[in-house]
């Protein structure tokens, strides 16, 4: 059978690419998000299965857990569902808007990582190897201004990402964590920016960002690798991003 993979926040973006490249390499994709008129407009040109999922919801993700041990199980899970709210400096900054980032990003990755993780043991346990990828950010690694909520949810998924490895090594399970720069999705033009093209543009200095097929092609490249091989973290940047943002 096919290698199957759970990709989260899979209905706009680095996710919806990632379903993408990894259905035209011949795996299995569930393509989870909120959005399920996208979803399943994914899954009709793909052939994905779409499944609506909210990474905050703790019974929703242990729901698509059974569903995944129920029919097939699980070798890959790409967590990609996060995001960013504008750009804040530490005091204007809202603590309901960085408790958002927190559930999405970090606990949102937790949850569905804790919830899938028996079912790629099994399945790294038969095949070799099973993946946990997560997609965290240049953000992970450092910082820039306005965005203190942001980059510390995505060091707090990095370091998710960084001790999991430690724990689970040893076992059939790798742990790869993908850190792109600025990436041309809905969240960069319109969630980090309101809609404020001239803001984005003071920020993104007007050099051509990522696309989300690029970061798509580095997960469909590290969860090939042969099976002795772990990729920790990978940074893909545009070559003109001068920042960490
Ligand atoms: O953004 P966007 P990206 N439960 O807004 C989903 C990181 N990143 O592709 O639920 C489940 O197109 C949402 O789906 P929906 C970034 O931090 C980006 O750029 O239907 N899903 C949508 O599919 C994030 O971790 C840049 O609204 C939830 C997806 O998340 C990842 O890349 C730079 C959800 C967001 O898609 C993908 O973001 C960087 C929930 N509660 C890192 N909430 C960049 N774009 O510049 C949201 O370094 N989603």
Wanted: glycine content about 10%.
């Amino acid at each position: 059978a096919e290698r199957r993979a759970l990709v989260t926040g899979a209905s706009s973006g680095i996710g919806a690419a990632t379903v993408r490249r990894l259905m035209a390499d011949g795996w299995d994709v569930v393509a989870a998000a909120r959005r399920k008129e996208r979803l399943t407009a994914l899954a009709a040109e793909t052939g994905a299965e779409a499944y609506a999922l909210d990474v905050t919801d703790d019974d929703g993700v242990a729901r698509l857990a059974q569903h995944l041990a129920a029919t097939g199980g699980l070798d890959a899970v790409v967590n990609n569902a996060g995001g960013a709210l504008g750009l804040d400096r530490v005091e204007d900054s809202d603590v309901a808007g960085w408790r958002w980032m927190y559930e999405v990003n970090v606990l949102g990755t937790l949850r569905v990582t804790q919830a899938v993780l028996p079912l790629l043991r099994a399945a790294g346990a038969e095949r070799g190897v099973a993946d946990v990828v997560t997609i965290t950010s240049t953000a992970a690694h450092g910082a820039y201004e306005g965005g203190a909520g942001y980059t510390a949810a995505k060091h707090g998924e990095h370091m998710l990402s960084q001790t999991l490895r430690w724990e689970t090594a040893g076992e059939p399970v790798r742990v790869i964590e993908i850190s792109p720069g600025a990436v041309a999705t809905e969240e960069f033009s319109l969630v980090r920016f309101g809609g404020d093209a001239a803001r984005a543009a003071q920020v993104y200095e007007g050099y051509t960002p990522l696309s989300a097929q690029d970061v798509a092609d580095a997960v469909a490249w590290a969860v090939t690798r042969p099976d002795h091989v772990n990729i920790d973290q990978l940074t893909i940047r545009p070559r003109a991003q001068a920042h960490n943002s």
